[in-house]
């Protein structure tokens, strides 16, 4: 092998480095009211007012932005262009048509307050655009780009009102997602149907259904949030593989996390019982140190690995809560996306299982595999670990 000392520890310095400046958790979501109309398209925001104001002051850490009225206001011309310009609006092979602002800045600001040290109460910026759609239009394309960044999953409850005869469609889409619509099936389907009640009159309405396009999206949504965005997910998983090659061994590890991480998504979603993101996250960063470092002593499941990697999957699956008691979704439609989301997550560990064998499996019997593969790398999984928990405790 081409391995040295020297090389070895640059390697560790270059992951070290890489992982201060990683974002893991770093998430946004945006509440959309569509009015779609025969002739119009009206969209209504509820901008989520700490992460646009990061975003409009170029912050690169999960650091809150807070401002006076006067100084949110004095924003306003920028927050309209930074909207506008984000929103892609086309019909069939036309180009993009910039939306018509309207309610900007609203007469009454609301704030975002700290209720108590490190506990946020966010307050949407009202904001809205509307398109004029020809009657000759067949196509209508639509995406979002706000707090599109790498390490930043933004994400966006679209709920679109057809008609007062005809339930909201909710739409959950993740930043540059297009949105295709059919206008002449949508004129087909809403002949009969009297006119859509504004946003405002859907306010108590009952609940959207969860389209079968939304489960697809949940799931895209759990999946994602392992691979590629949950780098501390991945390498706890990848952490679990490190113990063994062997297929049992990493089974019985998968299955104990799988079931402990499934009971607290649950409650945590329901409301029954959650933690704080502030003593959630480090201790997730606690859990990829702990496991990596007790690959360097072991080759086997102990019945204390077992306990532990119980321990830290109820942990996680309040991390992975925290992605899907965002989405504010009524009961009613809770189980099916919990479900949906649950499946998203187990698909993208296997996924990174999966890219674990494919990688290894050609030389995990080699007598340098252990010494030189393993090794190196549960020890740059346990740095970043621990890299990861000091950042979050300070911020906490």
Same mark, same amino acid.
């Given at each position: 092998?081409?391995?040295?000392?020297?090389?070895?520890?640059?390697?560790?310095? $270059?992951?070290?480095?890489?992982?201060?400046?990683?974002?893991?958790?770093?998430?946004?979501?945006?509440?959309?009211?569509?009015?779609?109309?025969?002739?119009?398209?009206?969209?209504?925001?509820?901008?989520?007012?700490?992460?646009?104001?990061?975003?409009?002051?170029?912050?690169?850490?999960?650091?809150?932005?807070?401002?006076?009225?006067?100084?949110v206001r004095s924003l306003a011309p920028r927050i309209a262009d930074y909207v506008q310009s984000r929103v892609r609006f086309a019909l069939d092979t036309n180009a993009p048509a910039r939306g018509v602002l309207s309610n900007w800045p609203p007469a009454q600001l609301k704030l975002t307050t700290e209720e108590r040290p490190g506990e946020i109460t966010p307050a949407p910026l009202p904001l809205?655009?509307?398109?004029?759609?020809?009657?000759?239009?067949?196509?209508?394309?639509?995406? *979002?780009?706000?707090?599109?960044?790498?390490?930043?999953?933004?994400?966006?409850?679209?709920?679109?009102?057809?008609?007062?005869?005809?339930?909201?469609?909710?739409?959950?889409?993740?930043?540059?997602?297009?949105?295709?619509?059919?206008?002449?099936?949508?004129?087909?389907?809403?002949?009969?149907?009297?006119?859509?009640? $504004?946003?405002?009159?859907?306010?108590?309405?009952?609940?959207?259904?969860?389209?079968?396009?939304?489960?697809?999206?949940?799931?895209?949504? $759990?999946?994602?949030?392992?691979?590629?965005?949950?780098?501390?997910?991945?390498?706890?998983?990848?952490?679990?593989?490190?113990?063994?090659?062997?297929?049992?061994?990493? *089974?019985?590890?998968?299955?104990?996390?799988?079931?402990?991480?499934?009971?607290?998504?649950?409650?945590?979603?329901?409301?029954?019982?959650?933690?704080?993101?502030?003593?959630?996250?480090?201790?997730?960063?606690?859990?990829?140190?702990?496991?990596?470092?007790?690959?360097?002593?072991?080759?086997?499941?102990?019945?204390?690995?077992?306990?532990?990697?119980?321990?830290?999957?109820?942990?996680?699956?309040?991390?992975?809560?925290?992605?899907?008691?965002?989405?504010?979704?009524?009961?009613?439609?809770?189980?099916?996306?919990?479900?949906?989301?649950?499946?998203?997550?187990?698909?993208?560990?296997?996924?990174?299982?999966?890219?674990?064998?494919?990688?290894?499996?050609?030389?995990?019997?080699?007598?340098?595999?252990?010494?030189?593969?393993?090794?190196?790398?549960?020890?740059?999984?346990?740095?970043?670990?621990?890299?990861?928990?000091?950042?979050?405790?300070?911020?906490?």
């Amino acid at each position: 092998m081409a391995f040295n000392r020297r090389s070895l520890w640059l390697l560790l310095a $270059g992951w070290l480095c890489w992982a201060q400046t990683s974002l893991a958790h770093t998430a946004s979501l945006t509440r959309v009211d569509a009015l779609l109309t025969t002739n119009s398209l009206t969209l209504t925001f509820q901008l989520n007012q700490p992460d646009l104001l990061q975003f409009l002051h170029a912050r690169t850490n999960d650091t809150v932005v807070q401002m006076t009225e006067a100084e949110v206001r004095s924003l306003a011309p920028r927050i309209a262009d930074y909207v506008q310009s984000r929103v892609r609006f086309a019909l069939d092979t036309n180009a993009p048509a910039r939306g018509v602002l309207s309610n900007w800045p609203p007469a009454q600001l609301k704030l975002t307050t700290e209720e108590r040290p490190g506990e946020i109460t966010p307050a949407p910026l009202p904001l809205t655009l509307r398109w004029e759609i020809p009657a000759k239009a067949k196509q209508l394309e639509l995406s *979002l780009s706000l707090f599109d960044t790498t390490g930043f999953a933004a994400l966006f409850e679209v709920l679109f009102h057809r008609g007062k005869d005809i339930p909201p469609v909710l739409q959950l889409v993740q930043a540059r997602q297009a949105m295709v619509i059919d206008l002449e099936a949508f004129q087909e389907d809403t002949r009969d149907a009297k006119p859509a009640p $504004g946003p405002s009159e859907n306010q108590g309405a009952s609940p959207a259904p969860v389209s079968g396009n939304s489960v697809a999206q949940f799931i895209e949504l $759990g999946f994602t949030h392992i691979l590629p965005k949950g780098l501390d997910h991945i390498l706890f998983v990848l952490g679990l593989f490190l113990l063994s090659p062997k297929l049992k061994p990493l *089974l019985w590890q998968v299955t104990a996390f799988t079931l402990a991480h499934s009971i607290t998504l649950a409650l945590a979603v329901l409301g029954i019982f959650a933690l704080p993101g502030r003593v959630v996250e480090p201790i997730i960063a606690l859990s990829i140190a702990v496991v990596a470092i007790e690959n360097l002593f072991r080759q086997d499941v102990s019945p204390w690995r077992w306990a532990c990697v119980f321990g830290f999957g109820l942990i996680h699956g309040m991390g992975f809560a925290g992605v899907l008691s965002e989405v504010g979704l009524p009961r009613e439609q809770i189980g099916l996306a919990l479900i949906s989301f649950n499946v998203g997550v187990e698909l993208g560990q296997l996924a990174v299982i999966a890219l674990a064998f494919g990688a290894t499996k050609w030389c995990e019997h080699r007598s340098w595999y252990g010494p030189w593969v393993r090794r190196p790398l549960c020890l740059l999984i346990a740095l970043a670990g621990i890299v990861w928990m000091v950042q979050r405790l300070l911020e906490a």
